[in-house]
Every structure is written in structure tokens, then in C-alpha cells.
């Protein structure tokens, strides 16, 4: 499985600067991500998606993840994480669509999970700070349990549980009577999925957990992240 983390848009509504830098607790936002996926020790690659609108970004990912901090060895292995590989992908910042097509085309022929060259992607936004390897490979193990035959799994939250943390709802749809809410994390099986948007029958994976419920789009998700961010574990 190759994980994949959006790191490419402009981040307007928090307007400071790139949102993926943006510190909580002296940490970049995006780091929280790369590390929760990189400890999980789930993924034969991560992919970090940056674009124009996130050079700095891109030179962040360079110097800490992909050369790492010995200059050589790379940081997945030099800090004890796995033996993984961070990689860097430009997209043309065209919306999610667009660059989503460009990474799964950019991947393609890298043989980690299907011998016909297929593979699951592990879709997450670089803006999940409270993300933690814990709940990383619980997402996983459920996608991978069986019961769900989709080739796109999107994991939601109910919007009853966004408003409990003062978040707002960005995206939605009503599913058995509940409103639920986009987290931003995907698993998408390529096999049933070359290109986006494709005519599949997309399933849930509902899951009320602030680890992939705050998604940080303005100040005041920013605020609640910061809250509860002393509360969680598995930061590393």
C-alpha cells in the first residue's frame, strides 16, 4: 500500500502562509501526518503531493524525509521508523480531481501490492494534525477486514460529533438517517479506480475520532487542534 498526503493547495482560509508549516505545539502539521504514517509501519511508500503553491513545503519534505538529517541515509531510516521510502510528487495545484489523477498516473508500474502493477492508496490531507500511527493502522486493518467491497472507502465522521468539538462540516451527505462529514483520508484500490472521478459505488468507514475528525482549515479549527492536541498520543 502506498500512502499518499495532499500537501499542494493554497490554504487560503487559514491565510498563514503554507498551511502544511503551519506549527501546533512547535511541529509543522504535515510532519504529524508523515510520521503517524511512517510509524505505522503500513506503507512500502509515502507520497507527499506539493505544487507551486507549497514550494516551501517541498523543501521542508526534501531536507527532513526524503535526504533526511544525516544527509544520506534518509530520515525513514536514520530515526527508526521503517523502512519506507518518502517521495516527493509535483501536481499542477488544478483542484483534487486533477492532482489526484496525476499521483495515481505518476505511480503507476511501481509493483507494491498486485502483480498486474495495481495498488491501494492510503489518501490523507497534510492538515490532520492529531493524526497518530494508532488510528493510521486501525483505518487500514478495517479496509482490509473484508466487509467492504468498494474499490473507493472514504472515511467520515458524523457532523454531530464535528459540532461536540466547535468544528464545522465542509462537506457532507446523509447516510441512514445521519449527516455525515468528509475527513479527507481515502483508501482507493486501483484496480477498480484508474481514474478520477470514477463510476464506483463509494462505502464508509464512519469513524467519531477528534485523529481524523480536526481538519484544519481556518483559525478557529487551528485553536481547537491546539486544544486537544496535549490529549492525544502517538505523536512520536
Known amino acids: 500500500m502506498i500512502a499518499v498526503v495532499m500537501a499542494g493547495g493554497r490554504g487560503s482560509r487559514l491565510a498563514m502562509g503554507e498551511k502544511p508549516l503551519v506549527k501546533i505545539n512547535g511541529k509543522p502539521m504535515i510532519s504529524y501526518v508523515i510520521d ?8 512500502n511508500a509515502i507520497t507527499v503531493a506539493v505544487s507551486n503553491n507549497t514550494i516551501r513545503t517541498k523543501r521542508y ?55 498486474d502493477g495495481y495498488y491501494n492508496l492510503f489518501i490523507t490531507p497534510a492538515d490532520l494534525p492529531l493524526l497518530d500511527e494508532h488510528i493510521v493502522r486501525h483505518i487500514v486493518e478495517i479496509a482490509g477486514s473484508g466487509r467492504y467491497s468498494s474499490a473507493w472507502l472514504a472515511v467520515m465522521t458524523s457532523k454531530a460529533f464535528l459540532t461536540s468539538l466547535g468544528l464545522s462540516c465542509n ?26 472521478p470514477a463510476i464506483v459505488d463509494e462505502e464508509y468507514i464512519i469513524l467519531d475520532d477528534a485523529r481524523v475528525a480536526v481538519n484544519v482549515n481556518t483559525l478557529e479549527d487551528l485553536k481547537v487542534a491546539e486544544s486537544l492536541s496535549k490529549y492525544c498520543i502517538g505523536k512520536g
Open 171 to 196: 462537506g457532507c451527505i446523509e447516510s441512514n438517517g445521519s449527516v455525515l462529514c468528509y475527513t479527507g483520508i481515502s483508501i482507493i484500490n486501483t484496480r477498480g479506480v484508474e481514474k478520477v
Open 61 to 115: 519534505i526534501m531536507d527532513e524525509y526524503v535526504n533526511g538529517s544525516d544527509h544520506g541515509s534518509g530520515l525513514s531510516k536514520s530515526k527508526g521508523y521503517s523502512n519506507c521510502k518518502v517521495m516527493l510528487v509535483d501536481t499542477p495545484a488544478d483542484g483534487y480531481v486533477v492532482d489526484l489523477n496525476s499521483l495515481i498516473l505518476a505511480s503507476r508500474g511501481h509493483d507494491y501490492e498486485y502483480e
Open 36 to 43: 503517524a504514517l511512517l510509524y505505522s509501519r503500513c506503507f
